[in-house]
């Protein structure tokens, strides 16, 4: 785990979304930001993440500093805060994507050949948090733990999901039925800049 230990709350279908960082909460349900979720079956509200000591005009804390600054400040590539913490490239990261309890639903959902496959036998949370902030491949095999053949087999699945073939991650393991999801989950990580 890097310094930041960053939680993604549940994006609800009022596009409503936490991120609890080391503690503290941050409410992204002014941006306008919708995104709906494919996920929704998983419904928990898990959105208590007491401690944030910023107003709700400017509910985003500063990592240092006790600044707290208004969410449209947030990942707009100045920094505001000193720390630099509101353009910080796991936050933005996870800020474009589906939250991370979507990613562990998805994830637990397939599991028994996506995390053999793809992630080395990885936990299912550590999974899906290296999913809602990695920038690129690297990094994310970094926090997983990935080996060169499952690095090796990710990138031949997001070339079939952008190819439109279900075929190649047939051959992982995949179930017919998962190949929406699949599909789904690897084009968002793909709009989110996702280096693979
Ligand atoms: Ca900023």
Not at 53 to 69: A, D, E, Q, V, Y
Not at 130 to 158: C, H, K, P, Y
Not at 169 to 185: A, I, K, N
């Amino acid at each position: 785990m890097p310094y930041l230990r960053l939680e993604v709350g549940l994006v609800t279908l009022a596009a409503v979304m936490v991120i609890c960082a080391q503690g503290l909460k941050i409410d992204f349900s002014r941006l306008a930001l919708n995104r709906p979720s494919l996920f929704t079956q998983k419904r928990n509200f898990d959105m208590e993440c007491a401690g944030n000591p910023c107003p709700s005009g400017t509910p985003f804390p500063c990592k240092t500093g006790g600044k707290c600054i208004a969410l449209k400040f947030i990942c707009d590539g100045t920094w505001d805060c000193d720390d630099g913490f509101d353009e910080d490239p796991n936050v933005c990261n996870a800020a474009s994507r589906p939250s991370v309890d979507d990613f562990l639903f998805f994830v637990e959902n397939e599991k028994h050949w996506l995390v053999p496959k793809l992630f080395n036998g990885a936990d299912p949370e550590l999974i899906a948090h290296a999913l809602s902030v990695a920038s690129d491949m690297q990094d994310l095999a970094d926090q997983t733990g990935m080996t060169q053949e499952n690095i090796n087999l990710l990138r031949t699945a997001f070339e079939a999901a952008l190819e439109g073939d279900e075929r190649p991650l047939q051959d992982m393991g995949m179930p017919t039925r998962s190949w929406h999801e699949v599909q789904y989950v690897l084009s968002k990580l793909l709009d989110s800049g996702f280096k693979v």
